[in-house]
């Protein structure tokens, strides 16, 4: 949409975005669902919406939304991280114990 000239011009006269903030706004919505790195895509409805939020004002409501947000991400990465540290730990113990041959198997 962005390199389309005509619908570029439409969409900065109705956000009052530049090119450059469109394609900012792009890098904030845009999604992976194919799993290739080229192949990002934006919800209709989700560059609508914030196309039409562009215009108001952050108020400390939305921002501690944002927080809460990523406070909830935090932790769910860091519980994935853990999970993978444990799987980890457990697989080089049972390494170990399979190269000092205690008898365990893998």
């Given amino acids: 949409m962005i390199e389309d000239d005509a619908v570029r011009l439409e969409l900065s006269e109705g956000s009052h975005l530049s090119r450059g903030d469109l394609l900012d706004l792009f890098d904030c919505l845009a999604v992976d669902d194919t799993g290739h790195m080229d192949k990002f895509k934006v919800e209709y409805r989700d560059l ?46 049972r390494i170990e114990t399979h190269v000092r041959g205690d008898g365990a198997s893998l």
């Fill in 48 to 93: 609508v919406h914030s196309l039409k939020a562009n215009t108001t004002v952050a108020d400390k409501r939305s921002v501690l939304h944002v927080m809460i947000r990523m406070r909830a991400m935090q932790d769910q990465v860091s519980k994935q991280m853990d999970d993978r540290f444990e799987e980890m730990t457990n697989s080089i113990q």
